[in-house]
């Protein structure tokens, strides 16, 4: 029989894709109701009925029903038949009086076909009423169980919006008979003041102008009625709670010991759905700032975010960069999106950042350079004709072929409008613009195709990719090829094939395993007719893609 799996607080565990039975036991003393949450990858419902409770106690779908009987509740979960557009299950339980008892426990049990496969124990926090006691979550193709132990002190209401579910009116059943007596002695809260006509704030804690002392929530939309105290102005006390600030959070950003914890579980979940974020939509839209007013919902620094993001940035942006470079060109639209998406990430200074900040702007001059936007220079110890513009004059090495074996010269490549030459110490040739059919890079060598014998060669130089932009950019304008942004070739691989591909090897290199410098490669090379397909392509750093040239 196989051992029962211990969980902690922000703990998981793998679970298998089998009917799962989670029962959920609390001695507070009060009736316990079962809920279940099936979220999106922003860390929302789609629609309200996607809220599983006592009065809608199955999802249409039929993958989660819950029950409640007495201080036990029942949530029956079927991953199987989890939509796909489904991306995890909140489990919450709630009662009907906060808890302020020390000492409270709960305890979860999750079973498969009556054998239990894990258990989680912990104390209720004081003051809860719905408490979010774990989360099933999609890992790739596999699912997995987090414990988590939070809740909210505002009952089921609290719980619902949080998950954008529409409460337009809670109503008994969902408010715990303490809230109704003290709202009962205590007068109404005065109305939210009225919003400023334009008012483009984003959603976070503002002074209540008409409640001193208090912060009121503004949504971006409109003022709502969640308040709390306001302890910002006053020096050593944590600003969540009012304690004394001992403990330091990512970032260094000071914290009380009493919300350290909470706040590590908490980011633990929202890193994990900002990464899916990040993935689905980039970091822009309504579901980041949806993220990033959930920080201050909760009086997390944005500070923090961002540390606790550094490592999943840094893979969001690898990614960009690989995707870029799959059809081999960078366009300026190209190298904008990744320069929003650095600042919008917050991406300190550092070895990783700088390279990739590197190969965007080396990636966008070579395409200006083949696009035909070529440099000016200046010639030495050469001759040209007097109509002619040199844009390279570089040290090469010509490789030529000969019945006795390989013969190499060292010389001077010079490009200009008109031809191309290659000056040796004793002699050299010259090909005209015309009788030149190709330029290519094999192995770091630029390949020189011509219609005569003596026009062609294989030249190896410092910087082969910088020589054969020039080269490429030179007889594409003479020659009078236009090249339309976004129809270069061929080799241009879909957007769907990218995903398939990086997903498949795990955006890591299949041969050593980098998660550094990646790009795109034909397994056939695309020069000896292999398809830009799914199958055909694979994820490889660039030593290993430079080792394998175009070798099968």
Known sequence: MASVVELRSGANMTIAAEPLTVTVESDSGS??????????????VRADDDFVFFNAPQHRSGAVRVASARRRAVVEVDPRRVESTIDRIVLSISVDHDVRARGTRFRVSIDRRGSELAIYCDDWPAGITALMVGEFY??????KFRAIGQGWDTGVAGLAEHFGVAIDD????HQPESDRRRAAEQPRNPAPPTPPRG????????????QPGLLRWWDSRGWTDRTRPNFSGQPSTCPRCGGELK???LGGTPICKQCRGPINQLMDEWVSRARDVLDAHGPHGPDWDDLWARLRFEMIPEEVGYSALRKVALRYLERVVAFAFADGAIEQSELDH?????????????????????????GRMLTRLRDGDLPRATA???HLDSDELLHLQAPVRRVRQRANGPRVDEGQLLVTNKKLRFVGPTSGTEVAWSKVTSISIERNSV???????AGGGVYTAHDPEYVAAVLEGTLRVSKRLVLVPGMRDSRSIPQHVRNAVWQRDGARCTQCGASEYLEFDHVIPFSRGGATSVNNLQILCRACNQAKGARL
């Open 170 to 173: 809670p109503g008994p059943s």
């Open 138 to 143: 999609r890992r790739g193709d596999a699912w």
């Open 380 to 382: 030495h110890s050469v």
């Open 31 to 44: 009736m316990v109701d079962a809920q279940a949450l099936l979220v999106g990858p922003a860390g929302r």
């Open 247 to 249: 403990d330091r959070l």
């Open 447 to 453: 390949i020189v195709a011509a219609t005569t014998a």
């Open 338 to 362: 990744f320069t929003r998406a650095v600042a919008a990430l917050h991406i300190p200074p550092g070895k990783q950042i700088d390279e990739l900040c590197g190969r965007m702007q080396r």
């Open 199 to 210: 008012d483009a704030r984003p959603a976070n804690w503002y002074p209540d102008t008409q």
